[in-house]
Structures are given as structure tokens and as C-alpha cells.
């Protein structure tokens, strides 16, 4: 475990992390320790992370070693989709029980290598290690290393047992299995001025096969999508790409920086969401190009291309912009999306109403202030009944959110569309901005949401279950507004870090009391933040707005 702690380590001292940017050098050097603790990930595990993250890689094996239920409970949690081989969506899994904890795991994950190896004769087996055997002491590395050198195929281990951190942990743990393992290991059969490595991208309802086309006209070539439908062996040689572009830097920026520091590969961080951004993102791939060797004349083609592309789309939104022109959109996401779909509702003439930055960067929330002006509601952490009453007062016409929100807006009888991870249509590129407008447009006028919000028969507006919530919540916000005293409590009261159940009140006690300045000095006072250390950014929030005036106007200045 000495070796995954410092491969910890250094994850939280990625000096391309927006929070490590903000921070001195001596800050930086103290990385962002953390307590590596047993049931400390809220909100998905290490483990669940790094198997999302890489699960895109379709022709591999990805060999699970744990109890059967983490197989189970990561599989076919993500809709990646694949253009070749289907072994990725086979479950393989050590399944160890009762005698494997007490005598050891490491042989029952030999066999299992060797047993995916003689049946299905993959490029490479990816082997994820899971909290049980981590902590009974199995050496996934010794077993691959060892299996690798039987059988003559790679065998890579991914060391992010879930108690180690959240789900974003898992990601970058992902990443240093492939820098570790993979990435520099086989030299290409052919290169070009035109390659390109696309990072963080997980090709999801086939959304990056609607950008693909754009490239293959461009005479760009896609070196490696690291992950979505990816193959070994475009990853292991794509430390020879040109460029490359960072889809989601939340969770795999630590392979763009060091594909960049080691192989001397130039990234930016783009986004194909909406009609500005991809001709954005367009330009910058073809400028990079252009520096690294390409020919001068792709960023001509580009534009072109751009142009054409634009008019087309523009073209076939008219029809719904009429109609969508005013509509107001609540966005519950996070990470890249908290920006660039913001980007894309906009030109659909739409209004944003707030937009959660629960998993978004410092660079991410500059980016939203860009876009929706210095005032922009920035949602951390929304409660249910917020979002309810928010629905069902008009103050939005529809929710755009992942899964586990949707069922706030169906008791609400508002429309919702899916445009996380388990979505069902591709929104990439210009053809995905058609399709998420004429989507939106579909969900907001459809007829039933005119049926739903009928009271049956038997009920009167005295007895409406729904009534009576807001009535409830409306009583209590007029009560605390008559009371300041009580405001001023439940203010102070609020949950900041739900894994130490550290409250707003305690930690601003603790900055006034000792002048802290930075989220370390919170934890070793407060021990918020000591959990899963997804309430950092919040803190950092918290923090800077207890800055004293004189140090916000030197900072001005």
C-alpha cells in the first residue's frame, strides 16, 4: 500500500489541478493529504472511478478483483459505445469469498488471468483492485508482473481500491495505471503530421462518432480516444500524437500534462458542446497542427469546414429557437458540462436559471461567470426540495440533470431530459446541438405534462399532497425570515461536510479563531474535508468569502 499511497500523493499534487494552481509553492508541496480511510467516498468510490474511466477501452479485458458485488455494481454504468470488439462488455470478476480473505486472493487472480487469456485471447487484461483484497494485502502488481511474463500479455493493474477516495480519485488512478503501464509501450506502424489524441472523452451515446467525420474530411487522424472506444494498442503508441485536446480535465488532466512533459505533446482543454465551442475547439486542433508540422493550408480547410457546418446547424435550429427563445433551464450536472452546455442552451436562445458546480474546477466556474455574466447562480449542492420548489414555482421550464434527479422533476410534472452519463442520444458536435434543441423541444411541449398537472378527481387543492409540501416550505422560509435570530442558526447549521458532519458555523468559528487560510488548515481544525474531500471546493467557498476587505481590495489591485 506504500506505493498507492505515493501514487495518491502524487495525483493531489498535479500541478495541472485548477486547486493546486491557486496554490503557493509551499502549499503546492503539501499536496492535498488526506485521511485513507475505510467508508470515507460519498457520492461513488475510487474503485467505481477508475473502472468507468477505462471500461471505454473496448478490446480488452477488465478483470475485477473483489467480491462479485463491485463487478456488479460498475458494469454498464456508463453508455459507452464501441465500433469493434465487444469483450469490454463481458463481466470478469475473482468473485473471492470467506477462504480468499483469510488465505490470500493472489491465486484465484492468477487463474482467472490465465483463464481470459486461453478463452478469449485479448490485446491485454486490465486488473482492478478493490478494497477487500487491498486491505487483506493482495499484490496485484507481483500478480501481474508475473502473469505478463507467462502468458506475453500485458496484464496492468489498477491499484484504486474504493476506500482510498471518491469517484474523481479513481479517474486520475485510471490515469497513472495508463502512464504507468501503457502509454509509450509499443511504437505505431505509421504516423502523420495529423495525429491527434482526444483525452477524457468517453464517446458516449456514440457522441464522438458524430465529430469523427469533421476530423476524417480534415485529414486529421484520431491517434487515441483515451477512453471511448479505444484499443490497447492506440493508447500504448499514442505518445507519439501531435496534439491534443482535454474533453474533461476533472478527471484526467494528469495525462495531458504529462503526455505533455514527457512526450513534449501540447493539449488544450475544449469542448464539442454547442456551435461556438466545437468551431472553437476546430480551430485550436488545427492550429496545433499547423505548429507541430502539419501543412498551413488545414487551417484554411478548417475554416470551411467550420463554416459550412455552422450555417447548416443555425439552419435547422431556426425552427425550435422561435419557440425555446425565453425558456428557462436548470442544468444539475457538473465538470465540463457546467459550462460548455450552458454554452450550447444559450445560442438556442434559452435562459439559464442556475447551474450546479458540485464537480466543477475553478476554471470550469470562471467559465460559467463568462458566459452568464459575474452574477451567475452557481448551484454546489442543491437539496431536493429546492429543486422541487424551484420546478414547480415556474422558475424553470425544464431540468436538464442526470438520473438521480429526475425523479424531483416528475413529482414536480416538469419536463426533464437526461444529459449525464446514462443518457440515451448524442449531443457532440453540431448535429448533437440539433438534436439536444429539437430534444428540449420534444420534453417541454409534449401534451402529457398538461395531463399531469391535473388534480384528480378526488382531490381538492386543501388535500394535494404536492400543496401541502410547498405550503410546508413556504411556511418555514416566512418563519425564518420573521426571525433573524433563527435565520442566522439555520444558516450556520448547514451540512458543509456530510462525511465528518461538520457544519457553515463551526468552520467559520474556526477561520476567525486561528485566521485560516487555506482548506489543510480547516481540516486539522474542523476535520472537514478529512472524508471523501468532496466539500473542498465548498470550503475553499467559504473561505474566500471571509476574506477581510483589505485583503480583497489588495487582491483587486
Known amino acids: 500500500m506504500s506505493s498507492l499511497s505515493a501514487t495518491i500523493q502524487n495525483v493531489f499534487n498535479e500541478p495541472g489541478c485548477g486547486k493546486n494552481a491557486n496554490k503557493s509553492e509551499a502549499e503546492r508541496k503539501k499536496g492535498c493529504t488526506k485521511q485513507l480511510q475505510p467508508g470515507g467516498a460519498a457520492g461513488g468510490c475510487a474503485f467505481d472511478g477508475a473502472k468507468v474511466a477505462l471500461q471505454p477501452l473496448t ?3 477488465h478483470l475485477v478483483h473483489g467480491p462479485i458485488a463491485c463487478e456488479g455494481n460498475s458494469w454498464d454504468n456508463r453508455g459507452a459505445a464501441s465500433s469493434g470488439s465487444q469483450i469490454w462488455r463481458t463481466g470478469f ?6 477462504t480468499d480473505v483469510v488465505f ?44 505478463s511474463a507467462k502468458f506475453g500479455k500485458p496484464c496492468i493493474p489498477v491499484n484504486s481500491p474504493g476506500f482510498v477516495g471518491p469517484k474523481n480519485l479513481g479517474n486520475k488512478l485510471a490515469g497513472e495505471a495508463l502512464l504507468d503501464h501503457v502509454i509509450g509501450t509499443v511504437e505505431p506502424e505509421v504516423t502523420t503530421p495529423y495525429d491527434l489524441n482526444i483525452i477524457g472523452e468517453y464517446n458516449l451515446s456514440g457522441e464522438l462518432w458524430q465529430v469523427k467525420p469533421l476530423f476524417d474530411e480534415l485529414g486529421i487522424r484520431i491517434s487515441a480516444c483515451i477512453s471511448g472506444d479505444g484499443r490497447y494498442k492506440d493508447v500504448a503508441s499514442s505518445h507519439r500524437a501531435r496534439a491534443a485536446m482535454m474533453v474533461c480535465s476533472k478527471a484526467m488532466i494528469n495525462v495531458a500534462r504529462k503526455m505533455e512533459e514527457r512526450y513534449g505533446i501540447p493539449f488544450f482543454e475544449g469542448s464539442f458542446y ?30 470551411a469546414v467550420i463554416a459550412r457546418e455552422e450555417a447548416k446547424a443555425w439552419a435547422a435550429i431556426e425552427p425550435f429557437k422561435q419557440r425555446l427563445t425565453g425558456k428557462k433551464v436548470l442544468l444539475i450536472t457538473g465538470g465540463v458540462k457546467s459550462w460548455s452546455v450552458v454554452a450550447a442552451l444559450q445560442e438556442a436562445g434559452m435562459e439559464l436559471v442556475g447551474t450546479s458546480v458540485k464537480k466543477s474546477t475553478k476554471e470550469d466556474k470562471e467559465r460559467i461567470k463568462e458566459l452568464m455574466g459575474q452574477d451567475a447562480h452557481m448551484i454546489d449542492d442543491m437539496a431536493p426540495r429546492e429543486m422541487y420548489k424551484m420546478l414547480k414555482d415556474a422558475k424553470a421550464d425544464i431540468m436538464l440533470s442526470g438520473g438521480k434527479s429526475q425523479f424531483v422533476a416528475l413529482k414536480a410534472a416538469m419536463p426533464w431530459l437526461d444529459i449525464n452519463q446514462e443518457r440515451s442520444h448524442a449531443f457532440m458536435g453540431y448535429i448533437g446541438m440539433v438534436k439536444l ?41 416566512a418563519a425564518l425570515a420573521a426571525d433573524p435570530v433563527a435565520a442566522e442558526a439555520a444558516r450556520r447549521a448547514k451540512k458543509i461536510c456530510h462525511c465528518k458532519s461538520v457544519d457553515l458555523g463551526n468552520i467559520e468559528d474556526a477561520i476567525k479563531a486561528h485566521g485560516l487560510t487555506d482548506v489543510a488548515g480547516v481540516r486539522e481544525h474542523t476535520n472537514a474535508s478529512g472524508g471523501c474531500g468532496a466539500c473542498a471546493g465548498r470550503v475553499e467557498d467559504i473561505l474566500a468569502s471571509q476574506k477581510a476587505p483589505a485583503e480583497l481590495l489588495q487582491a483587486a489591485e
Do not use: H
Request: aromatic share 6%; net charge negative; charged share 30%.
Open 437 to 477: 434543441v429539437a430534444e428540449i423541444d420534444k420534453a417541454i411541449y409534449n401534451p402529457m405534462w398538461e395531463q399531469l398537472r391535473k388534480r384528480a378527481p378526488w382531490e381538492t387543492a386543501s388535500n394535494n399532497w404536492q400543496a401541502k409540501a410547498i405550503a410546508q416550505a413556504n411556511a418555514e422560509a
Open 59 to 61: 478490446d480488452v479485458a
Open 93 to 98: 470478476t475473482t468473485d473471492i469469498n470467506e
Open 274 to 303: 454547442g456551435i461556438q465551442d466545437s468551431s472553437d475547439s476546430l480551430r485550436e486542433i488545427a492550429r496545433l497542427l499547423v505548429e507541430r508540422g502539419a501543412p498551413a493550408d488545414l487551417l484554411d480547410r478548417t475554416e
Open 104 to 147: 490470500g486472493g493472489e491465486k484465484r487472480l492468477y487463474k482467472a488471468i490465465k483463464e481470459i487469456i486461453e478463452k478469449y485471447d485479448p490485446p491485454a487484461v486490465f486488473v482492478y483492485q478493490t478494497c477487500v483484497p487491498a486491505m487483506t494485502g493482495d499484490d496485484i502488481n507481483a500478480v501481474c508482473k508475473a502473469a
